[in-house]
């Protein structure tokens, strides 16, 4: 019996053609991805604590009919298929059609959970998955030295410095949220079937993280919890930097943008050190003419 993927497969467009497919094994290997008939190799990506991390893309050109594509991954050494954490072993996603109006879903992560694998698997071309990406809340009782950390005062606080230990920690901490929340059947189905776009909150980092005082933030402890929910939140919901549709690429700012069928598309990095790249008021969302508007994501108030 073959390994199972110990995360993904997960879906994202990037384009109004290309699609993206990464996924997380315990072993190295050497895996393609086979959408329909044409087969493409994967790319290893990142080393993790659980294993290794592939994404592959395709170049799907957008027609005057929509379609469905069907897809597995290949374990290439061996010529097997890979199944998923929930003994799937294939997926398929829709593809609109060029004028065609996308049909999509805006939920958080917690209200996938409530959703039927009926509608997960319906026609839709894009999901907004808005907030509760991860619970990453129980990470000051789960790391014993965060736990002692928050006993002292601000002072003692800001004298403690980040041990290799207590990052080995932080990292397997946020590695296993994603895995925990990820591989959940509906949530696993939603990531693997519809193409998914989010953005990070407080809840990806710790709950309270925006409201906390700068004297908290700038501690060298909040400062690695960061930079460590910031590494995971680029691998797992970017996809990695190759991602081409983020606004820079020196990870100062993590929102992105594209145009996808008839919508505009833009998620905003709240936690970015210069968010100027975007400025956009509610005011400003409107039509940009010929049946195009804009989607904006992460926004306290929903602006469609």
Same mark, same amino acid.
């Given at each position: 019996? =073959?390994?199972?993927?110990?995360?993904?497969?997960?879906?994202?467009?990037?384009?109004?053609?290309?699609?993206?497919?990464?996924?997380?094994?315990?072993?190295?290997?050497?895996?393609?991805?086979?959408?329909?008939?044409?087969?493409?190799?994967? !790319?290893?990506?990142?080393?993790?604590?659980?294993?290794?991390?592939?994404?592959?893309?395709?170049?799907?050109?957008?027609?005057?009919?929509?379609?469905?594509?069907?897809? #597995?991954?290949?374990?290439?050494?061996?010529?097997?298929?890979?199944? /998923?954490?929930?003994?799937?072993?294939? &997926?398929?996603? $829709?593809?609109?059609?060029? #004028?065609?109006?996308?049909?999509?879903?805006?939920?958080?992560?917690?209200?996938?959970?409530?959703?039927?694998?009926?509608?997960?698997? *319906?026609? @839709?071309?894009?999901?907004?998955?808005? =907030?509760? *990406?991860?619970?990453?809340? !129980?990470?000051?009782?789960?790391?014993?030295?965060?736990?002692?950390?928050?006993?002292?005062?601000?002072?003692?606080?800001?004298?403690?410095?980040?041990?290799?230990?207590?990052?080995?920690?932080?990292? %397997?901490? @946020?590695?296993?949220? $994603?895995?925990?929340? &990820?591989?959940?059947? *509906?949530?696993?189905?939603?990531?693997?079937?519809?193409?998914?776009?989010?953005? &990070?909150?407080?809840?990806?980092?710790?709950?309270? @993280?925006?409201?906390?005082?700068?004297?908290?933030?700038?501690?060298?402890?909040?400062?690695?919890?960061?930079?460590?929910?910031?590494? @995971?939140?680029?691998?797992?919901?970017?996809?990695?930097?190759?991602?081409?549709?983020?606004?820079?690429? /020196?990870?100062? /700012?993590?929102?992105?943008?594209?145009?996808?069928?008839?919508?505009?598309?833009?998620?905003?990095?709240?936690?970015?050190?210069?968010? %100027?790249?975007?400025?956009?008021?509610? #005011?400003?969302?409107?039509?940009? =003419?010929?049946?195009?508007?804009?989607?904006?994501?992460?926004?306290?108030?929903?602006?469609?």
């Amino acid at each position: 019996m =073959g390994e199972k993927l110990v995360l993904g497969p997960l879906l994202s467009v990037e384009s109004d053609d290309k699609y993206v497919v990464c996924f997380l094994t315990k072993t190295e290997s050497s895996f393609s991805v086979q959408f329909n008939e044409t087969k493409i190799e994967a !790319k290893k990506i990142a080393n993790l604590k659980s294993g290794f991390f592939y994404r592959v893309c395709h170049n799907i050109k957008q027609t005057d009919k929509s379609k469905k594509i069907n897809y #597995k991954i290949i374990d290439t050494n061996y010529g097997r298929v890979v199944k /998923d954490f929930n003994n799937r072993n294939s &997926w398929e996603f $829709y593809i609109p059609a060029m #004028k065609e109006k996308i049909k999509y879903l805006q939920l958080s992560a917690n209200e996938i959970t409530n959703i039927s694998i009926e509608e997960l698997t *319906h026609s @839709y071309s894009l999901l907004l998955l808005d =907030g509760n *990406h991860i619970n990453a809340n !129980k990470i000051w009782s789960d790391i014993t030295e965060l736990f002692i950390w928050t006993k002292l005062n601000k002072t003692q606080r800001a004298k403690v410095k980040t041990s290799k230990k207590l990052l080995e920690k932080l990292n %397997r901490f @946020y590695e296993i949220q $994603y895995l925990k929340k &990820w591989n959940n059947k *509906h949530l696993s189905l939603a990531l693997a079937s519809i193409p998914t776009l989010m953005m &990070w909150d407080n809840n990806d980092i710790f709950e309270g @993280y925006e409201a906390s005082s700068k004297e908290v933030l700038n501690c060298d402890i909040c400062k690695n919890i960061l930079k460590t929910a910031r590494k @995971y939140f680029e691998i797992f919901q970017l996809r990695t930097i190759k991602n081409q549709t983020l606004i820079k690429k /020196d990870r100062t /700012d993590f929102s992105l943008a594209f145009k996808f069928r008839n919508q505009y598309i833009i998620a905003l990095d709240k936690f970015s050190q210069d968010n %100027r790249c975007l400025n956009i008021e509610e #005011k400003n969302i409107d039509y940009f =003419g010929d049946n195009t508007t804009v989607l904006v994501l992460n926004k306290k108030k929903r602006a469609f």
